[in-house]
């Protein structure tokens, strides 16, 4: 039995990694090209920013929230940090956790 993606994406691998969606492989791609042409530095993949830590109320332990981007930058032109979510339905956890963001 073929188990099906929740939004119908189809994963893609491209050198090595793999991607949740084309659209998120071909962003890859153009931000591939942009950093080889010295427009962008510093591309990370699936970086990790910390929204809230663990806490501890009335004896109950909460986890962290965390926001998972899927690429981040820095923009050579005026050397600005950029974070880029890939989305072709933007969720509610998505934009709660962009708020908190």
């Known amino acids: 039995m073929r188990k099906y993606n929740k939004y119908k994406n189809k994963k893609i691998a491209i050198d090595n990694i793999t991607f949740d969606s084309k659209k998120e492989a071909r962003r890859y791609n153009e931000l591939k090209l942009m950093e080889k042409a010295g427009l962008i530095t510093n591309l990370a993949l699936q970086p ?3 929204l809230q830590d663990k806490f501890k109320y009335k004896g109950k332990t909460y986890r962290k ?31 709660l956790k962009e708020k908190f963001f």
Do not use: H, P
């Open 48 to 50: 990790k920013f910390l």
């Open 65 to 95: 929230i965390e926001y998972i981007a899927d690429f981040s930058y820095v923009r050579m032109k005026d050397d600005v940090l950029v974070i880029e979510d890939v989305k072709g339905l933007k969720t509610d956890v998505y934009r």
